[in-house]
């Protein structure tokens, strides 16, 4: 289960052991697989699903991952200690050749990136932290839907939950520095686009 996870190829290997139902995946079946109680690799699933090419850009995955965001963040700050989602959303579900198909163009990045990451200014990983990271993110989730509309903007708000969602895992600070910095990108795409 979740408490297992340390790095992204973690996080695929379960994504694959999802059960899927006539060559579908759901939403259900992945949280089933990594678990309810963590709030990292609930941030590192809907960064990498919107990052990904081959479902990213699915139109409506963005804005179900921003639910996803929404309804997880907001839960983790009014403090409940395992996650609540909607049935409606938990039925939602992708192809299962997508996801795998996703998941082999991830491993490459994936490697690399758990090569690089680790405990590191551990500090900003706990305690409070993780709440400003749930009221970030819940702000970024409110914003996936309205980047649906611009082109590729979603990919910044992506590579922050990712960020942030692997920092939380790896117990890695300088990752979290790195997703309010995407964090400020994505604002500054939606503010040079709308404004």
């Known amino acids: 289960m979740a408490n297992d996870l340390s790095t ?17 995946v759901s939403l ?16 590192l699933l809907a960064g990498i699903v919107t990052l990904a090419p081959i479902i990213g850009p699915i139109p409506g995955v963005p804005t179900i991952m921003g639910l996803l965001v929404l309804l997880t963040a907001g ?5 409940r200690d395992q996650f609540w989602l909607p049935k409606w959303v938990m039925e939602k579900s992708v192809e299962k050749r997508k996801l795998d198909k996703a998941i082999d163009w991830m ?3 994936a490697s690399w990136f758990d090569r690089i990451t680790g405990p590191r200014l551990v500090y900003l990983t706990q305690g409070a932290a993780v709440h400003v ?15 649906e509309f611009v082109p590729f903007s979603a990919l910044t708000v992506g590579l922050a939950l990712a ?7 790896a117990r890695d ?6 997703a309010g910095a995407a964090c400020v990108g994505g604002a500054g795409v939606l503010g040079w686009y709308f404004f």
């Open 107 to 109: 491993r490459k990045p």
């Open 163 to 169: 960020a942030f969602g692997l920092a939380l895992i």
């Open 75 to 79: 839960q983790l700050l009014v403090g």
């Open 8 to 24: 992204i190829n973690d996080l695929l290997d379960h994504l694959q052991e999802a059960d899927d139902s006539k060559g579908r």
């Open 173 to 178: 600070g300088v990752l979290m520095i790195i």
């Open 28 to 43: 259900g079946a992945i949280m089933e697989t990594i678990g309810s109680r963590s709030f990292g690799p609930l941030l």
């Open 133 to 147: 990271v749930a009221g970030t993110c819940i702000l970024l989730a409110l914003m996936l839907p309205v980047m």
